[in-house]
C-alpha cells in the first residue's frame, strides 16, 4: 500500500544537485548558497562555545541570550510589537521554521494560498503538514507580483494562510508597502492566518526597503514571520532561523513540533548566533553593497549574450536572476524527450557548460520557460559560468 508521503513530490533541485557531482570544475550557480564565509564573530561565538563545553542539551525555544537578541532585532528592524522573549522560537533554519509552522496551523485539507513561481521547499512543508497549496501565478510584467484581486479569488471557506514571501525565490520580486496593506486587510476581512517568509529581508537592492508585514496595524497577531541566518550571516550549513508567534495556542502546537523533532537546536550553533548579531551586523551591509556587485556582473554578462537566448531585467531583492529563455530555443535531438524545455535547457548547461542551474518549472507550471541562476557565488564564479555560456551560444547560434 502506497504512504501519504508518496505523493509529495522531490525537489528538482536535488536532481540537480546530484548531476552536478558528476561534472568536472562546475560552476555552481544552481543551489540558493553565497559564496562568502561566516563572519569572524560568527565562528568565534561557536568557538567560544565549544571550548566552554557548551555541548549539552538547551531550553526548548532556544538559548535566553539568542532570544533577547532576537526580541531587540525584531524590534528595532522589524518594527514588529513582539511583547517578549516568549514569543520567539529558535529553528534549524528557515527552512525547519517553515515546516513548523505550518504543521502546527494547518488541519488536514486547510488551503494555502502560495505563489507560482515559488521555493519548492515550502510547497514541501505545506504538504508534508497535509494542507492543499492554492497558486496564484506571479507576473514578470507586473516585476514577479501577483495581481492582488487574482490572488482574492483564490479564498475560499478552506483558506487558513496566505503565504508570502518577499523578496522572493525565485523571481526576486519585492511586494510594496501598498501590496502588503491589501493583503493585510485581506487576512483581517477573511480572518486568515499570514505565513512570511523573509529569508532574504537583507537583500535588497538599488534602494529598496524590507518591510515586514507584521509591523502594520493588528497583524502580528495573525502573522508568523520567519527569518533565518543562512543568507543574512553566510551561514547556510550550520543551520539557525526563528520565528515569532504571539498566538499561544498556536504557539505551543508548534513548540510540540519543535520539540518532538529535534528537542533543541545545536547548542553551539545557537552561539554562533550570538557572535552574529553581537558582533557582525555591520558584514550584512557589505555583503549586501557586494551582491549587488555580483548581479550587475551577470546581468551585464547576460546581455552581452546578446539577448538571443535568455532575458529578463535585474530583480531589486534576493539573489537570483530567473530569466527568460528565448522562445525559439531548441534543444538537440539528445534532449527532446526531456521533460520540458527549461528542463532542456538545463541539461544542455550542465552537460555542454558545466553550469548548474535550476528550470523554472520546478518552482511551479507558471515558471516553466525559465531558468534561474544564483548569482550570489564569488566573482569568479560568476565570470567562468559566463565565459562558458558565451562559447556555447556562440558555437550553437
Ligand atoms: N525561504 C526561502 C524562500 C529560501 O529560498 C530559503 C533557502 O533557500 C529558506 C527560506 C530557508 O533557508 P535555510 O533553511 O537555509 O534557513
Redesign the pocket.
Known sequence: MGSYLDSIPFSGIMRIRDMMFGIDKPFRLDQ?DVGFDAPDAVKAGMTKAITANQTHYVQTVGIPRLRELILKKLHGKNDTPVESVDDIIVTN??????YIAFMGLLEPDDEVICTDPM?P??RGSILSARGVPISCPLYESNRWRPDLVELESKITSRTRVILI?SP??PTGGVLTRSDLEHIANLAKERDLWIVS?E??EDILFDGEQHISIASLPEMYERTIP?Y????SYAM?GL???YLSIKDPAVRDRVKKVLYYSCSNVCSVVQFAGVGGLENAQARIEEFRIELQARRDLFYNGIRNLGGAVLSGEPPTGAFYAFLRINPTWKPESRLLKADSQSWAFVEHLIQQARIGCVPGVDFGPHGEGYVRFCFARNRAELTGALDSMRRLFSATH
Open positions: 540558493g533554519g528557515g527552512m525547519h521554521a517553515l521555493w521547499s515550502t514571501n522572493q525565490n517568509d529569508a532574504y520567519i533565518t541566518f543562512s543568507k547556510t543551520r539557525l532561523g
